[in-house]
């Protein structure tokens, strides 16, 4: 155990992040729940305690216990692991971010996004990092570049939630997740990468990593720009529509009064 921590401090450290910022939105949506409780059960949600617990109790036991026994061969061996890695990466953050969904009353694909951020900032981390400690520094300032870069939009994306469109931005992070979890394993898959300390394969690897997520950053700038763009177009249709309205209906009652006055008047003639 005391191995684990001193290992994995850092991730865990992320975990504690991610559980207070859900803690604290859960809170506002329900009362009565356990602070703590609630806590708790987001802490071991989190996508870095996830990663963990997969990489004990199923990474490393069909490594050694399945892979190992079977292939002699050390270039096939490293290339099956690698992509038995990235297949359970796939799937294990799915259960975790749907009870994500239904503990913070919210939208699965919203929340699914949001995990898949999380779970981005932990790999990036992971793959630019060389220690526990330079891991925790990078991941500090992924969130203050991240902070820059989406300052403007914080507001809008806390009040028009549903006016985002969501789903492009899921599709595209979930693409770059795949990417990058297979210039992670690369490190498995060629071991002689990490070897000889920084190299021009392992700069060609961080560079890639680093312009992904930057396409990824404007990305999804762009796409709350044009959400906010929809909103503004459809919020000016409904004012139009709504101008038409009262036109139509100041019309109809100066047509009702013009009508009444005609037919006094004729009434009057007539007597």
């Given at each position: 155990?005391?191995?684990i921590?001193?290992?994995y401090?850092p991730?865990?450290i992320v975990?504690?992040?991610?559980a ?22 987001f ?5 870095t305690v996830i990663?963990i ?8 036991p069909?490594?050694y ?7 002699s061969?050390?270039v ?16 294990i953050?799915?259960i975790?971010?749907?009870?994500c969904?239904?503990?913070l009353?919210?939208?699965?694909l919203?929340?699914g ?8 900032q932990?790999?990036f981390?992971q793959i ?12 500090i300032g992924?969130?203050v570049?991240?902070?820059l ?6 507001d809008?994306?806390f009040?028009h939630?549903?006016?985002v ?33 920084i ?12 312009m ?23 919020t000016y ?6 101008n ?10 100066i047509?009702?009064?013009k009508?009444?006055e005609?037919g006094?008047?004729?009434v009057?003639?007539?007597?």
């Amino acid at each position: 155990m005391h191995e684990i921590i001193t290992y994995y401090w850092p991730r865990l450290i992320v975990a504690l992040f991610f559980a207070c910022i859900c803690t604290r939105f859960s809170l506002k949506k329900r009362e009565g729940i356990s602070k703590l409780l609630c806590f708790a059960a987001f802490f071991f949600l989190s996508c870095t305690v996830i990663s963990i617990a997969s990489e004990i109790l199923l990474v490393v036991p069909i490594r050694y216990l399945i892979l190992k026994p079977i292939i002699s061969d050390q270039v096939t061996f490293n290339a099956v692991y690698a992509l038995v890695k990235i297949i359970i990466d796939l799937f294990i953050y799915i259960i975790p971010s749907f009870i994500c969904a239904k503990l913070l009353h919210e939208d699965r694909l919203i929340i699914g996004t949001v995990y898949m951020e999380f779970i981005l900032q932990d790999r990036f981390a992971q793959i630019i990092s060389f220690s526990p400690l330079s891991y925790l520094i990078v991941y500090i300032g992924e969130q203050v570049v991240l902070g820059l870069i989406h300052h403007k939009e914080m507001d809008y994306i806390f009040g028009h939630k549903d006016a985002v469109s969501w789903k492009p931005v899921f599709y595209y992070n979930l693409s770059l997740f795949i990417t990058m979890d297979a210039c992670y394993v690369a490190y498995l898959f060629v071991p002689e990468l990490g070897a000889y300390g920084i190299t021009i394969p392992i700069i060609w690897i961080d560079a890639l990593v680093i312009m992904s997520v930057l396409a990824a950053a404007g990305f999804s700038k762009l796409n709350i720009t044009l959400s906010q763009e929809q909103e503004d177009k459809i919020t000016y249709m409904r004012k139009f529509q709504d101008n038409q309205t009262d036109i139509i209906r100041d019309f109809a009652t100066i047509s009702e009064a013009k009508s009444g006055e005609m037919g006094w008047n004729g009434v009057s003639k007539r007597a």
